[in-house]
Each structure stands twice: as structure tokens, then as C-alpha cells.
């Protein structure tokens, strides 16, 4: 019996926080390159070093490796440094957007875009719907919008996932900020009247995963394309992420929550940026566990007891 060739998948931001747990994940069963400016740490898929900015680099990438799907996990996610820097937030996570939609067309791929909870401006007060119209507050998002109304006016097979929070073991997180400061300071403040889901990025590697299979698989439901919205379950202002952390951790510190007037930063963000995954469930019967599971698995709380696959749970 003919073994199948496996189907070639792109991942763009491969050494990113996203970037590694999608590595990992696809890397057995799909044949993987990863390209991005840094090495990744996992070295068991192909890898292109490469900057996504230079065009001819992307050709070369695109004619070599033949993607089936590209993964689109690269942007620029210093929400204050876009606010600083907003040339630079467009010409990353939109004019690149753009080019890589274009290549996609050419080299017939479908697309899989990472976008962000802060399209939204918060005023809603409740969980956001993919059908809630966006109104980013920043420059962040603003960039993040125009890459998805370029795959949406560009492409037709195509998946845009908004998400929300991300923490992972690879790369600077609030995770990892949080215990820093409290093992440095033992005295945090931080902000309470600001809402979301924290959203572990193996969860969000493997909703991604289902989501892929449940649209694409064996052949494309063209219906099912468009937009997506994925975060764990459950949500928090980022005090109770930061005292759930803490606690956790067992750290002595103390965390002393404050309005957001208090911490001046150059970007505005959304009150709350709640996502609603009712589509994303109701496609693939899978359901993302709670961020407060989430966290425990990341900090190691429950190795022994833990099994990955609740990570995503099916309904």
C-alpha cells in the first residue's frame, strides 16, 4: 500500500509563542516548514530563516515549499509599541498580510490568519460574536483589522481566528511578567476594569488544529470559511489573572487592583474583549476548558493528574 504524501503546511512567526506549540503539534502529521527571522527551538521540522518583509525571500519560500495551507501566526503584538511605532504595525500585520494573500492566490493555498480580541472597542459590554462589527481602539488593532479585510475581500478559502490574552511557554507573556515582578517587588498593581479571556496558546494550537480538520478536510466546506472567534472559557479583569497566578505560584506577594487611569500607556485598550465561541463549537464539537485549567496545566500544578487532552474538550 502507497503511503499518502502528507499535505505541506507553511508557519509563518515559527519561533513566536504560537509559532513553537504549532510546530509541535502539525510537525507529525503534516510536512512543516516553519519560517521566521529567529530560529524555533523545536528542531523537528523544516525550517527557513527568512524576513517575512522581503518579498523575494517569500516568492522563493512559497515556489520551494508549495504550501497547501499557510499558518499565519507572525505579527506584531507590542500593543504600545504599534501605538509608538504605527508604520511599522502596518507594514507588519497588514501590508505582510497582504502579500502573503497574494502569494496565496498565486500558489493556490488556503490561509489560516491569527487575528486579536482588540478589533473590538469594548463598548458592548458582553461577549463578542463574529457578526459584532469592529471598532479598534489602537493602532494594534487597526493593523490586525486591515489584515483581515484584505483575506476577506482577497481570498475565499480562508480562516481568521480571533483570540484573546495569550500565554505559552515560549516568549515573554503576562504569565511569566507577573511572577518576575512579584518574586522582585512583592507589591503589584494591576489593572481591574479591564475584561478577557486568557487563553493558553496549546489550547489555541490545537482549536486550530480542529478547526482545519472540521473546514478543509477531506475537501474545503466553503460555508464554513470566514471568520472565528477562539479563546479558553471562562473570563477575568487582569488583577484576577494576576492573583490566580500568584496564588498558584504560592508567591508572597501582595496584589493591589487599580483602575486603568492608573497606568498610563500609550495605547488605549478595549473594557472588554470577551470573545464568544459558540461558532467554533458548534462546527467542531470541541469546547476549550477554562482558563483557570489552563494556567494550572502551563504552571505545572497538576502534571501527575492532568491529561493534555482536556485541554480541548468535546462537547
Not at 502507497?2 to 512567526?13: H, Y
Not at 496558546?201 to 478536510?217: K, P, Y
Not at 485598550?269 to 476549550?288: F, G, H, K
Request: aromatic share 10%; with cysteine; hydrophobic share 40%.
Amino acid at each position: 500500500m502507497v503511503e499518502e504524501t502528507k499535505k505541506s503546511l507553511l508557519i509563518t512567526g515559527a519561533a513566536g509563542m504560537l509559532g513553537e506549540d504549532l510546530l509541535r503539534l502539525f510537525s507529525p502529521r503534516y510536512a512543516v516548514s516553519g519560517i521566521d527571522v529567529r530560529t524555533p527551538k523545536y528542531k523537528d521540522a523544516d525550517f527557513i530563516a527568512c524576513d517575512l518583509l522581503d518579498s523575494g525571500c517569500l516568492e522563493d519560500v512559497f515556489r520551494v515549499s508549495k504550501p497547501w495551507l499557510v499558518l499565519h501566526a507572525a505579527a506584531y503584538t507590542d500593543v504600545d509599541g504599534c501605538e509608538r511605532d504605527p508604520e511599522r504595525a502596518e507594514r507588519i500585520n497588514a501590508a505582510l498580510t497582504g502579500n502573503l494573500v497574494r502569494l496565496c492566490k498565486k500558489h493556490n493555498a488556503k490561509l489560516v490568519y491569527i487575528s486579536t480580541d482588540y478589533v473590538f472597542d469594548g463598548t458592548k459590554h458582553s461577549a463578542y460574536n463574529e457578526n459584532d462589527a469592529p471598532n479598534p481602539l489602537n493602532v494594534y488593532g487597526r493593523s490586525k483589522l486591515n489584515g483581515e479585510i484584505t483575506i476577506r475581500e482577497k481570498l475565499e478559502e480562508f480562516l481568521i481566528i480571533r483570540t484573546s490574552w495569550l500565554f505559552g511557554h515560549y516568549g515573554r507573556n503576562f504569565v511569566s511578567a507577573i511572577i518576575n515582578k512579584a518574586l522582585e517587588e512583592k507589591t503589584l498593581h494591576v489593572v481591574d476594569d479591564q475584561r478577557g479571556s486568557p487563553t493558553y496558546t496549546v489550547s489555541l494550537a490545537r482549536a486550530i488544529d480542529g478547526l482545519i480538520e472540521a473546514v478543509f478536510i477531506p475537501k474545503t466546506r466553503r460555508e464554513y470559511c470566514g471568520i472565528y472567534h477562539i479563546s479558553n472559557s471562562g473570563n477575568c479583569s487582569w488583577y484576577e489573572f494576576a492573583k490566580a497566578i500568584i496564588d498558584l505560584k504560592g508567591i508572597a506577594a501582595e496584589v493591589i487592583p487599580v483602575d486603568s487611569m492608573f497606568v498610563k500607556r500609550p495605547a488605549c485598550r478595549p473594557v472588554v474583549s470577551i470573545l464568544d465561541n459558540r461558532r467554533y463549537e458548534q462546527v467542531t464539537a470541541q469546547r476549550l476548558c477554562h482558563w483557570q485549567e489552563a494556567l494550572k496545566y502551563y504552571l505545572g500544578q497538576e502534571e501527575q493528574h492532568f491529561d493534555v487532552s482536556d485541554i480541548v474538550k468535546v462537547t
